[in-house]
């Protein structure tokens, strides 16, 4: 069993910075970071296969956000950079087990077993 807490969530005004982090309970495969607004679909934002030799980031957030990971601190991380209004929603962590089949950087959200309890992060129009 996997748990994923996550951090680093807040308010910040447009054209700011926020860090958000995540820490696994054991070691896992890839990683992504999702989110959803208020009245809207869950968005994948970016993902990172287990070594961290490979992301994917959404086109909406690309240029601004960066997904990272430790894994010897079994930790995942979300830079985002230049921060818009439309970023606002709650940030989930979502992880595969380790040694699970590869996931190929994909940001279907179906294909992630294990989710945190997500972080919100409002951007004030």
């Known amino acids: 069993q996997v748990q994923l807490v996550e951090s680093g969530g807040g308010s910040v005004q447009a054209g700011g910075s926020l860090s958000l982090s995540c820490v696994a309970s054991?070691?896992?495969?890839?990683m992504a970071w999702f989110r959803q607004a208020p009245g809207k679909q869950r968005e994948g934002v970016a993902t990172?296969?287990?070594?961290?030799?490979?992301?994917h980031t959404t086109d909406s957030v690309k240029g601004r956000f960066t997904i990272s990971r430790d894994n010897a601190k079994n930790t995942l991380y979300l830079k985002m950079n230049n921060l818009k209004p439309e970023d606002t929603a709650m940030y989930y962590c979502?992880?595969?087990?380790?040694?699970?089949?590869?996931?190929?950087?994909?940001?279907?959200?179906?294909?992630?077993?294990?989710w945190g309890q997500g972080t919100q992060v409002t951007v004030p129009s």
């Open positions: 979502a992880a595969v087990a380790a040694g699970d089949r590869p996931c190929y950087a994909t940001l279907d959200a179906d294909r992630y077993a294990y």
């Open positions: 990172i296969i287990s070594s961290g030799g490979y992301t």
């Open positions: 054991v070691r896992t495969g890839c």
